[in-house]
């Protein structure tokens, strides 16, 4: 069996994420509940037609953008990146975006904060499986089928993570006793799974063993050829429930987008009361402020009475005989409001 595929590696990732996204989303703790894919090519305002090797939703209205990189993420290839992710925030409603990068390269070696506009920066996630964490997972996976041990549901992902992952210098050898184990384990292992790690470890043979002979021989491990018209069938199946659960998605987010809608208008309306009622009791303040002015007036008033009266009784008190003119001067003193 013989495959025309280059970016092996890219084809594996793709082929994994939209056959298992969701288990693939949480075995690299990736933030939020994966949702679904979504289109994966843009044209960008620049006139370029580009395309991650994934892109799907999560919660939070987020599109994570998937691809894999085998060389250092530099300026060249920042520039892509930028434009794609750029392009997602622009015409995608309110959604938000991650650039995620498996990669097989340090990276400390690549470019940690991205350029997308003069105040927007991105920072994108990289997620780089040494080599000595490659080989931890594949000699425990070794240990537990040689000890007719179960693996847990993330270890049975390393059967597809292992080779991707593998350095050049033991990707010979490693494929090909992981192709063993598999055949071992795959008699307890779920079925529909076993078909779709059974299609990864059959593009990576293509890609880490060089002998044609072995290739054939290790096909014939992992029992490929009988598997081919069943994965064939399995894809087609679960293209149709894919588009099914997008569709569901898009609905559920559609959903919450008018609950949203209509909780914003609740909150609006309640704060059109919050003002209205606001304004009323600005208007009692002002009715309460005039009548504490007018009461300061009367207030001043009586007090201006007092002191004439004061001044009068003391006049009278200091001499019993008062001029005939300043008594009639205080007298005729208006004490009317």
């Known amino acids: 069996m013989k495959t025309n595929i280059v970016n092996h590696k890219d084809v594996s990732i793709k082929f994994t994420y939209k056959t298992l996204g969701e288990a693939i989303h949480d075995f690299f703790g990736l933030k939020g509940d994966y949702i679904g894919l979504r289109d994966n090519e843009v044209v960008t305002m620049l006139g370029r037609n580009l395309r991650k090797d994934i892109s799907y939703k999560r919660t939070g209205q987020i599109v994570n953008c998937i691809e894999m990189q085998t060389y250092p993420v530099d300026d060249i290839k920042a520039e892509p990146i930028a434009e794609y992710v750029s392009d997602v925030l622009r ?93 071992e384990y795959s008699e307890v292992m779920d079925y529909t799974l076993s078909l779709k790690i059974s299609f990864v470890l ?11 002979s072995q290739k054939n021989q290790l096909n014939k491990v992992i029992d490929m050829e009988q598997k081919m018209d069943s994965l064939q069938e399995l894809i087609n199946e679960e293209k149709k429930e894919v588009k099914i659960a997008l569709k569901k998605a898009n609905t559920k987010i559609k959903d919450y987008e008018i609950q949203t809608k209509e909780h914003n208008n609740i909150i609006k309306e309640q704060g059109n009361k919050i003002k209205e009622q ?39 008190s200091k001499s019993s005989k008062i001029p005939y003119e300043a008594l009639i001067a205080m007298t005729n003193t208006n004490f009317e409001e």
């Open 278 to 316: 606001n304004n009323e009791l600005l208007k009692k303040d002002n009715t309460i402020k005039e009548k504490d002015s007018k009461i300061k007036e009367k207030d001043s008033k009586i007090k201006e009475k007092d002191n004439i009266i004061k001044q009068l009784s003391l006049a009278i």
């Open 202 to 212: 059959w593009l990576m043979i293509d890609r880490n063993i060089e002998d044609s």
């Open 91 to 183: 015409n995608d409603d309110q959604q938000l975006a991650d650039s995620i990068i498996l990669t097989t390269v340090d990276q400390k070696l690549c470019k940690k904060r991205i350029r997308l506009t003069e105040t927007l920066i991105l920072e994108p996630i990289y997620i780089y499986i040494s080599p000595s964490e490659v080989m931890e997972m594949f000699n425990n996976i070794e240990n537990k089928v040689l000890n007719n041990q179960i693996l847990s549901s993330k270890e049975e992902l390393e059967f597809i993570i292992i080779p991707i992952f593998l350095g050049d210098d033991k990707k010979e050898e490693i494929t090909s006793r992981l192709c063993y184990l598999f055949k």
